[in-house]
């Protein structure tokens, strides 16, 4: 059997892969994007957002009077009024010289002269201006994931656009033998929802010469291939990587993933996933998600800090990805190292063992990042 690419005999720390990736990584340039296609990207700058509504409006439908107008008024004892009401829909302009809203029921129009049932405040039934979005306010703060209910704030205020910065990745799946391209969809979904902007392309064949001449780093800000990285007689992407640029790491003490490799071809990183899931995962979760952050100019994720409730033991040497579900107000650990499919789709966060640690006992506070919401 010819072996055409090796791992080292020894594995290159986590940490110190990680560090050279992110090095002179920066946040790519603002681009101004319509609203619809802003979900899930991460805001750049915006600028001060004007109040809305603009002025006092209608927030029901009802009767638009003076409040101090109605002091007395009861079903026991109708307040007569000196001039009929205005009728205002939600949304309305408030009419001068009117502060309250009352429904159409406390106003009795049968009779000769219209009169009132009940009292009202100021402010009843009333939207002041500013009231929804405040003057100087912002849709989404920089770095921030833009959600729907910041496009909710967006469109309130009369905007058409946002600023996002929003990564060019470009994917390029190593075929099997099944044709089957699993891995590659599943780290482009969740690239996506990550806010990069994701094209995929699968190389023409598993050889050396296939794969380089699949790459092309001309319209993207991270390029990442899937597949080919491991030991086997197919397995060729390393070597490719090497032909069109340099290799930094391959083989990374993490565990699953260990066949991971990170380069750069000219000024853009580039990663190489393994094509199982598992594996790719792990090297999505600590090293993928990580650069699209820098690059993408979010916020640092928050970590969910709860109790062990049972142990975690991990091998001093290697960094281990731990799959951890919330139970009775803790994390119970559902896999370590080893992580089948059907543990990844019922886990509700993980986190990596530090390759110093052999793990942490039962009851330690550790910190995780949430899989679900």
């Not at 290159?12 to 681009?31: G, K, Q």
């Not at 190593?174 to 969740?190: C, F, H, M, Y």
Request: aromatic letters at 4%.
């Amino acid at each position: 059997m010819v072996v055409t690419q090796r791992l080292p005999v020894s594995l290159t720390p986590l940490e110190a892969v990680s560090a050279a990736l992110l090095d002179r990584l920066e946040p790519v340039a603002p681009v101004e994007l319509p609203l619809v296609e802003a979900l899930g990207c991460i805001a750049a700058d915006t600028p001060p957002l004007v109040a809305f509504p603009p002025c006092d409006t209608a927030a029901a439908d009802g009767w638009a009077l003076r409040a101090r107008d109605l002091v007395g008024a009861s079903s026991y004892s109708p307040l007569p009024l000196a001039a009929s009401p205005v009728w205002v829909e939600a949304g309305d302009r408030m009419p001068d010289g009117c502060d309250c809203v009352v429904d159409a029921d406390l106003v009795d129009r049968s009779g000769p002269m219209v009169q009132v049932l009940a009292e009202a405040i100021p402010g009843q039934g009333v939207r002041r201006a500013g009231g929804d979005i405040a003057e100087g306010g912002f849709a989404v703060a920089a770095g921030r994931s833009v959600r729907a209910l910041d496009l909710l704030i967006a469109r309130g205020a009369g905007l058409a656009t946002l600023k996002l910065r929003r990564p060019r990745l470009r994917v390029v799946n190593i075929p099997v033998g099944s044709g089957k391209a699993v891995t590659a969809q599943l780290i482009a979904e969740n690239a996506r929802a990550a806010g990069a902007s994701v094209t995929c392309t699968d190389a023409a064949a598993r050889d050396a010469a296939s794969i380089a001449a699949a790459i092309d780093i001309g319209s993207c800000d991270l390029f990442i291939t899937i597949g080919g990285t491991g030991i086997g007689r197919t397995d060729a992407t390393i070597a490719a990587l090497t032909r069109r640029g340099e290799v930094i790491a391959h083989g990374i003490a993490l565990q699953p993933g260990r066949t991971a490799a990170v380069g750069r071809i000219e000024n853009t990183p580039v990663i190489a996933l393994p094509g199982a899931s598992d594996q790719a995962l792990a090297a999505w979760w600590t090293l993928v998600l990580p650069a699209l952050d820098r690059l993408s100019g979010r916020q640092k994720r928050q970590a969910v800090t709860l109790p062990l409730a049972r142990k975690i033991a991990s091998g001093v040497g290697i960094a281990e990805i731990v799959l951890l579900e919330r139970k009775h107000g803790g994390w119970m650990p559902s896999a370590v190292g080893d992580l089948s499919l059907e543990s990844i789709a019922r886990a509700d966060a993980w986190l990596a063992v530090p390759s110093g640690s052999e793990g942490y006992a039962a009851g330690t506070a550790v910190d995780a990042y949430m899989l679900r919401d």
